[in-house]
Each structure stands twice: as structure tokens, then as C-alpha cells.
């Protein structure tokens, strides 16, 4: 495929080789909205770094950011290597796995992808962003306890396994998809999935030093609120590449619709949890309002396409009520989460799956309650039992927890010898 | 309208069904840009963030971060609910004021908005990201003083009835607009309509603790620079899509040369500022410089499709140069302005607003200068008026300004319970 | 050019007509790409300003950033009075330099470029956006101990004139365009020419004080890692631009493919300089991944499109690997760069240059190894004997050192009169 820029100047054009030019030109403004929205995903990345790198303790700041770096090289490698062969195989192989062929064919670049609206190396390079964004939910979760190389060693096998597997399921056209389960841009193929890897972690891990004592929950500060919030905001930037990319075209009504509604319920998750989190805790805890903002985009993300303007407003608002009694909640379980993001991701990721049954206003394609809540459930016994499975068998064998000592230290020092600032 | 994508494939297309095609190809493109560019006026919101929170000491920076958080929600929120349908009423109703709707219509969602380049969704959410601008504005310049639930009633007032009724009188075909007034994106309409508030507030609250004392002015610094520079960067970024983004289609002469002028003006403002403030201060003060930026680009906004690329260099210098010198009068007048928002929106923001009649180089539509300054006081007294008359009745009902104490001990202590850094 | 919406309701339209507004949706929406790559490089100097400023020390913050403030101002005004002129004179001249008219030519503004793929403001500010970054590189290697009049004084003449006319040998149709040489984006003529004059400078100044003493090389840590993780991630994100948009068109599979081999070469990096740094210093630097990144994208500039997926993957592992021998030797040659701008931009730039003849897969206009190297030892002998004869000229008249008092108290103080926190 190659644009036509003045190639009419050398012939007569005809009927047909004008609507081939027009469907050229569509395919090139769908084409290149695929891959700004991919550049925009990709910041997300940074936005994550900043985010959990503001919520935690200065001493494992590097740790944070180091690990997040090396995820998305690790995403981007394995994705190209394995995982996009193996969520997307081009013709189904029974619905639950396939045995992908390794790295990217070069044979079929420059042909279209099967939507018919970006190229192959489009269609690679999106949803390759998407890929390492689970692993990276899981590593504020972990946060400030895991050993490095044992989390990078999950981190690899989640990434060019376990998320391409369950992906394959709805977005590869797999089992799910076929049965009419509904998530445009995987608040539970994305984040609930992320959201429960990293509950497997927490689980394994256990809660960091001091955090649950004998006198009660103690509450660990973040060390840099401006760093969080420029995580926050670079996230919900992010996220109109993240759901607006999820039209696969650059279709005006949907794409617009999308932006409509992944705001309106981002701002709606903003009030929500401020109110809530002003009810319960009597102050205005900014922490809620930044996953307020989180859980209002990761609610809207199954059925931002299907469900109304109106509508997105209420299910905004909904996941940000939910993020205070979430975090609440998880702290009464004495599940140690620095950075909330089960809270943001797993609960409001099954929240907004169940939304698109109550919400979705188109008839074609939306899941029924009954679809929706199958699909949640499988999506979650399988990630989080492979989840558990690979963070036990990482501790049994290479450790997964530093030192009692290097908890204390902080990780900046015990895993790379330096600290964030000087 | 659905892009057509293959749609030719099924029937044999006619020379009406191919130039609908090329319209809707047309349209398509225009659509996103317009979305792209609502993405990027988002990134201001960031941008103010940063600018604003490193300009504050670190005391107050929670303070800064949360205001700035629920300026986003609410100005999505309440334009949403009633600020789009009273500043594009559809039908002009008098020209001062129309009594709107409630909500979106869901009716017309797919259909094209006014201008015939995007949809009514997109039309909405790049007019959305505008609306909380001049809250933001203000909220800079009332910093480390104002208590923060009566600056959240100000902002909820005035995003959603002043800055609506102000844009109506221009850019929803109102009174102004008949009158020839010109402002191209809003040096008027968005940043000296923000800078009066701005300006009602100082007023209305008197200066911090310290700033102005029997001993002379004292330069209160902020307490991140880095912070502050991100912010600068961030909003000239996100300039790209204020001034380019209202040109209202991807109209290539149109967008590239609003790019030109934009970007040469900011620059020019750079050098204006760093310039006269070394004149001025005998040393290298970089908060010139970044107000500066901001400077050249608020000045450009008028005019930054009418006035020519020399022109803009022009125009941006003399923005900059107006930096150091409002700056220094402000603080003469003894009105108290952390951030420098009345400096760089007010000033250069009027600045801007004049240069269109003096630098404008298209015939049809640029006002003349009598135009231009009726336009310029009209929406000042206003604005002024409203706000000071909104801040006063804050300050005698649920009272403006913290106390003494909280001032000292600081905003994110008094306000929030907990601090920035740890 | 102007846009044909709704045009063809008011007349019959014909197969010249329909081709006519075919070709017009086509220029518009590159036209569109390359503005947003405009800004996406533009975004790139927030990048260097984070990365540069997190690597240095505290009390050298404010300068930095108020250096790469002001690059940019002087980068743009600079291209539009003289540099893009003399890079692109419209008619070669010789093909080593030419004389160049002052300031865009207004008369030219609507036409489309020479390329027929974006306006002529277009062409100029996406150029503009690429023309300081090289000063931006040097900003970083001289950090810490330039003063700063020398180093403005320095940016101006190597971006008004040093830069363009090595940019002019290739790009502007000069002598090494003529003679095969390859550099798709800049490998050699933006990166390795700024790590020339990077090297010049640091020859001419020395080592800051207390950096090799008797007792051995002592390492100086920068002050803040967030700040510069935020930077390469900043810069990898406007690396779409700076590639994706130096297809000059928004061509689908050249645009794709450019975003793909820029991804896995930038992830490429940050593993091959891991596991380098970690083999060799026996800890998880992490300053070793951040330039292991950035050597990888600028491994894969010079060869974006004509590199095969596999191939990009190779060249970026490559440079992560070069990164950590390059930081090594040249702190062995007592060659002091506090950001390792040369081992990033120099041996990375050389090194992907020669990569296109090694790994290039299109017959067309891939240069070979001959014509490569003739490039990077023409463009960095020129740059490297100009930059080196600047500084000391500089050197000799204005002073181009702080004194060894001010390097101890730190530049901030002593060149702005403030300290970045406070």
C-alpha cells in the first residue's frame, strides 16, 4: 500500500481507480490515527512510572522506575517475538490456544491487516503497547518488597504468556468472543487481568514491613505528589489513544464518541471519589481523587463505544465511589497495595465490564449480563491461578522478597547501588 | 457517518456516491485533528499544573494539584451539563444571553455540527477542554491563600456561567461577533477572561502573609523549578492544539501556518522576556523567561491565522517584553500574584486582542481596533464585575480566605492532612 | 491550497475535479502528520531539559533548564531568518553551501513544498523543530561548568549556521546526496553532529572539578532520577515524530514500519545496555538503561525504513550494548559528560549510520559502507573543526569557564541568583 500523491497527473483517471484512490486515502488517515493512538498508549508507560514512582517511598524510587522501563523493552521484545502470533493467530485453532509462529511475517507488511484499516506493522505496534500495560498494573502493586530479577522473571513469562492467552480469547476471536462476551478496550482483558496478577502478588508477597501492626493499619505516604499527579494526568492523556485507538478506524462518530465518554466518566470518577473519600475520611485526600480519575477511565473502558454520554457519567461516578471503599476494604484484608491499583484495576475493570450489560445501548455485539460475568470470571480464576502459580514458584526458587534488611535500606540501594535523589 | 471503507467494493460507484466519499474522507480527517487537538488542549491542564505547583512553595503544592484536578472534572462536567448549550445555542437568542438546555442532545450526535468539519461529539469536547482554562487561570493566582472549598464554588460559577455567557457573545454568534470583534482562539475570550478573575480574586483576598511588608516587596520563590519548566513546555505543547485545533479543520494553510506563528511567537516571547528581565534585574531570572513563553503564546492567540509570520515575531516579542514590566507593576500595585497568571493571561492576553488590529493581514473578518478594544472592555467589566462580585459573596457567607494559622502551617497540611514530599 | 468540503454541492463534479479533491484529502492528511510530528519533536526538548537536568546536580538546575529554554527560542528564530534558507535553498548552488535569502518567503506560504506532501510552513516548522537539537545535545556534555552568555553565544552560530550546512550536504539535494550517503532522520547529521560538538566542548573546557582526580575517577551522580526517567521517556515518545514524520508523508506502510523498527530498537537498547552495565559494574544502573534507550533510537534514526523488523532489533541491541563501553572509554579518556551525551548521540549516531549499510534492505538510495563512512567522517570532521575553533575562539575572548568558585557554589547561584528548590 502506497499513497497515490499525484499519480493521477500520468493518466486518465477512471471510476475505478478513483474509489481506490478514496479508499486509499481513508486507510491512510484510519492508519495513521492507529498509530498516534499507539505513541499516546506508549506514554501511558510514563505515566505509570510517574504515578508509582510518586507513591512510593523515596528509597525504592529507582527500583520503580528501573522496573518500568525495562517492562515495556520486555513487552515491546516478547510481543514481537511470541505474543502478538500468539493473541492474534489469523485463523482460529480451536478458542482457547494456538501454537504461534515466532516474530512478525515479514511477507505481509504492506498489506492491510483483517480489519481492513492499518497495516499489519499498525496492527503490531498497538497492540504491542497494550501488552506490557498488565505487568506494569502489577508492579505498583508489588511495589517496595519484590526482588527485581524475580519480578522481571514474571513480568516476562505475564507478558508473552498469560496476557496474549486470555486476549486471545475475546480479541483473537477465541471462545469468549464467540460466546458474546463485550470489552471494547479490556477493562477486564487489560486491567481486571493486570488486577489480579497483581492480587496473586500481594498475596504471595505479603504486606510490607510496619504496614499492618498490632495497633492498626498504618497509612505509608507517597514521597512525590507531584510526580503522582503528572502520572495521573499523563495516564488519562494516554488513555484517549488507549480507547479512541480501540475503534481500529478513524471513524468520526465513534472515534468522538469514545473521547466524549472516557472523559465525562474520568471527570465523573474524579468527583465520585472525592466526595465519597471526603464522607469517609473527612479530609480531601488527594490519593482518591488521582484513582478516582483512574477508575472512572478504567470503568468506562469495556463499553466506552456502547454506552451513552449520559451513561458514562454514571458509570464514572460509580467506579470513583468504588475506589475508596476498595481501598478500604483491601486494607481491612491486610492486602498491602502502595499504590491502589487493585482497587483502580481490578475492581473497577470488573465494574466497567459489568456496566457495558447495564449500559450498552447498541444492539450488536454488547454481552448480556450473564456473557459479561462468564467472561470476567474465566478471565480471572485463569490469570490469577497461573499468577499465583508463577510468583510461588518464583519464591520457592530464585526468592521473591528482599531482605528484611534491604526492606529497610530501601531497594534503590540494595538492588543498584544509588539513590533518586542526591 | 460511517467512514465507507470498502463500501465501493459492493456496488458500482457514480461520480455523486464518489464525491460524497471524498467529502466524508475529507471529513475524517478534519474530525480527528479536531479530537487530536482536544487532546492536546488536555495536556494544558497539565501543564497549568506543573507551572503553578512549581511556582508554590512546598507547603501549598497538594493544595495546587487537587485544585487543579477538580478544575478539569468540573469544567467537563458542568459544560457538559449546561456550559456547551448555553455558549452554542443552535439558534442565537438575542445575542447577550439564551436560556440552554440541559445536557447533550443524544439526537444529534451523528449528525455534523455547525461548521460542517466533525461531529457534534467532537465539537463539544474541544470546546469542553477550553471551558476550565480560565478556572485554571485564576486558581494560579490565588494561590497559597484561598480556602479550597470556596475557590471549588468559584470555579463551579464561573466555568459554568461566566466563561459560557463571555464565548457565547463571540463564538456562539452573539453580539460581539455581529460587531466585527475578532479573536481567533481566545487571547480574549479565554485567557484575559480568566486574568480579570484572576484579578477579582487578588483583590478580594489581599496578598499572602509576608509577600508585601513596611520593609518593601519580598520575592516569594517557588520552591521547583523543574516542576515549573515542565509546565511551561507542557502548555506550549499543548498550544499546538488551542490555536491549531481552532482552525476548526484540517485545512492544511490554515493549521500550518497557525503552527508557525504560534510556535515563532512563544519563542520571540522567550527572547523578549529574558531580555528586558536581565535589563531590569541585572541577572538571568528563568521565571521571566517561562513567562515569557507564555506570554508570546497568550498574545498570539487573537491573531495566530491572521497575522503574518513576521508579524508574530513581532507580536511574541512584545508579549515578552511586557512580562518583566507587569510583573514589576503588579507588585507595585501591591496585588499578589504567585504564578504571574494576571501578567501573562490579562496583559499579553489584551495585548493580543489589540494586536489583531494592528498586525491583521486578512481582510475579511479582522476587527478594527475600535472593535477590538469594545470587545476587550466588554468582556473585562464584565468578567470583573461577576467574578469580584462572586469572590465577595464567597468571602461573606462561607469566607474566602483561610485563617492565619493554616497559612503559616500551610494549604496541604490545613486542607488536606498530609504533605507533598516525605 | 485550502480544503473542498461541501465545494462539490454547487457543482457538477468531473473525473478532473473528483482526482483534484482525491489528491487534496491525500496532501491534507500529511500535511496533518507531519504538523503532529512537529510538535511530537518539538516535545523532545521537554525530554532533554528533564533528562539533562535530572543528570546534573542540584545546584546546576536552573541553568540547564533555562539553557534548553532558551535553545529553542533562539533554534527557531535563528531557522526562520537564515538556517532554513540556507539548508534548503530550493535551488542547489553547488552542493557545499549557498547563499541564503533572510526569512520565509511570504509569497511561497500557500504552495505546497518541494516534497508535495505539506504546505511550505509545514516544511519550515518541522525542519525548525529538528535544527536545535543539536545545540541541545552539546547544552548536556558542557553541563555544570559552561558559562552561559558562552554557551548562547556558542547555540546561535552552531544552529543558525554549523548545523544547516551539513544539513544542507544531504538534505537540501548537496554534495552527499549525490554521492549515495543514506541518514533517513538524522543519525549522522543531527545526532552524531551534535556529539561532535558535544566532544569539541568538552575537550576545550576540561573535566569539572573533582571528577578525575589522583585517587581515580570519581563518579557524580545527578540529583534526580524521576526527572530523568521522565526525560527518555519524553524522548522516546517524540522520537515518532522525529522518525515517523521524516517519511515526509503519512504513507501507511512507511510510517508503520518507521514506528515499529523506532520501538524494538529503543526496547532493543534498554536490554542490551542492562545486561552490559550489569556484567560490567556488577549492579542495576539505571542511568545505563536510560542512555541504552536513547542509544537504541538513535542506532535506528539514520535506517528507520530501510531496516528490516529483525534487522532493527540487532541495531538497537547493538547500541544499548556500545552504550556502557562508550560511558567507560571515554571516562577512561578523562573526556567528562555528565550526561553521556556523546556515547549516546556520537558513538550510538556513527554506529547506526554505518548500520543502514549493513542492515538496509531497499535497493534505492541505501548507501554502502563507503559512501556511509565518507558521510560521518565529512560531517564530523567539519563539525568537529568548527565547534572545536567556536569554543576556543569563545574561549580566548569572552571566557567560556565559570570560575572554579562559581562551579563550587553551582551555576543557579551564580548565573540566575536562585536556587531549582527550595
Aim: proline share 2%.
Amino acid at each position: 500500500m502506497k499513497i497515490l500523491l499525484f499519480d493521477f497527473a500520468e493518466t486518465v483517471p477512471t471510476v475505478e481507480s478513483l474509489s481506490n484512490a478514496i479508499l486509499e486515502a481513508e486507510f491512510t488517515t484510519s492508519n495513521l490515527w492507529i498509530l498516534v493512538a499507539a505513541a499516546l498508549v506508549f506514554i501511558m508507560h510514563l505515566g505509570f512510572s510517574a504515578l508509582e514512582s510518586g507513591f512510593v517511598r523515596r528509597k525504592n524510587v529507582v527500583n520503580i522506575l528501573y522496573k518500568n522501563m525495562m517492562i515495556i523493552a520486555i513487552g515491546l521484545l516478547t510481543y514481537w517475538f511470541v505474543g502478538f502470533n500468539l493473541m492474534y493467530p489469523g485463523e482460529n485453532v480451536g478458542g482457547y490456544f494456538n501454537i504461534p509462529k515466532l516474530m512478525l511475517n515479514p511477507e505481509i507488511a504492506d498489506l492491510t491487516s483483517s480489519y481492513g484499516n492499518y497495516t499489519y506493522w499498525t496492527d503490531f505496534i498497538f497492540q504491542a503497547m497494550f501488552a506490557a500495560t498488565g505487568a506494569t498494573i502489577v508492579s505498583g502493586a508489588v511495589a517496595e518488597r519484590i526482588k527485581l530479577e524475580a519480578f522481571l522473571v514474571f513480568a516476562l513469562v505475564f507478558v508473552s504468556l498469560i496476557y496474549p492467552i486470555v486476549g486471545f480469547w475475546k480479541w483473537g476471536a477465541g471462545w469468549l468472543d464467540a460466546l458474546g462476551f463485550y470489552d471494547f478496550a479490556g477493562s477486564t482483558l487489560v486491567h481486571s487481568v493486570g488486577g489480579w496478577a497483581a492480587l496473586a502478588g500481594i498475596i504471595v508477597l505479603g504486606p510490607r514491613k510496619g504496614k499492618y501492626t498490632k495497633k492498626g493499619m498504618r497509612a505509608i505516604r507517597g514521597h512525590n505528589m507531584p510526580l503522582a499527579a503528572l502520572g495521573v494526568f499523563l495516564l488519562w492523556f494516554g488513555w484517549y489513544g488507549f480507547n479512541g485507538g480501540s475503534v481500529l478506524s478513524a471513524d468520526p462518530a465513534g472515534v468522538s464518541k469514545v473521547f466524549v465518554t472516557t472523559s465525562l466518566a474520568a471527570a465523573a470518577g474524579a468527583i465520585g471519589a472525592a466526595l465519597t473519600g471526603f464522607i469517609m475520611f473527612k479530609t480531601h485526600d488527594i490519593s482518591m481523587v488521582m484513582n478516582g480519575i483512574l477508575g472512572g477511565l478504567v470503568g468506562i473502558t469495556a463499553g466506552a463505544d456502547v454506552i451513552s454520554i449520559n451513561g458514562s457519567v454514571v458509570v464514572g461516578l460509580i467506579a470513583g465511589i468504588l475506589i475508596p471503599l476498595a481501598v478500604t476494604f483491601f486494607d481491612k484484608m491486610k492486602l498491602d497495595d502502595p499504590v491502589g491499583a487493585t482497587s483502580v484495576h481490578l475492581v473497577c475493570g470488573v465494574w466497567g465490564t459489568i456496566a457495558v450489560a447495564l449500559f450498552g445501548t447498541l444492539d450488536d455485539g454488547v454481552g448480556t449480563l450473564s456473557d459479561q460475568l462468564i467472561g470476567i470470571v474465566a478471565c480471572g480464576v485463569f490469570t490469577f491461578v497461573l499468577s499465583f502459580a508463577l510468583f510461588y514458584l518464583i519464591k520457592v526458587t530464585m526468592g521473591l522478597r528482599v531482605t528484611s534488611e534491604e526492606e529497610e535500606k530501601g531497594l534503590d540501594i540494595g538492588e543498584h547501588e544509588m539513590t533518586a535523589y542526591s
